[in-house]
């Protein structure tokens, strides 16, 4: 069974950091693009960060310059470190992923269940 799991997220005040990791498990032969979205309260998801299996990386304007998105292939995971975080950042953070898996012939789009990130001002 193919999961996605993120772990690391919780109550903060602002300015402060966390980092977000989510690990891919199961029979996957390869790992695409990978990348974090978010969903405030009462808002549509939206994406926050993605990076290529090149490790090119893409980020929304309002996270830009304070997060940074990163991957270690080797152990199929993917991070987002979270710096001067405010409190509009408060949201579920869900980790989604690309893969091939080893019986199938082409890639699908994974998603986790969430971790909630709370800042308080």
């Known amino acids: 069974q193919v999961q996605l799991v993120e772990s690391g997220g919780d109550l903060v005040q602002a300015g402060g950091s966390l980092r977000l990791s989510c690990a891919a498990s199961g029979s996957i032969f390869s790992v695409n693009e990978m990348g974090w979205h978010r969903q405030a309260p009462g808002k549509p998801r939206e994406l926050v960060a993605s990076?290529?299996?090149?490790?090119?990386?893409n980020y929304a304007d309002s996270v830009k310059g304070r997060f940074t998105i990163s991957r270690d292939n080797a152990k199929k995971t993917v991070y987002l470190q979270m710096n001067s975080l405010k409190p509009e950042d408060t949201a579920v953070y869900y980790c989604?992923?690309?893969?091939?898996?080893?019986?199938?012939?082409?890639?699908?789009?994974?998603w986790g269940r969430g971790t909630q990130v709370t800042v308080s001002s």
């Open positions: 990076i290529s299996s090149g490790s090119s990386t």
């Open positions: 989604n992923a690309n893969l091939l898996l080893t019986y199938a012939y082409s890639e699908r789009n994974y």
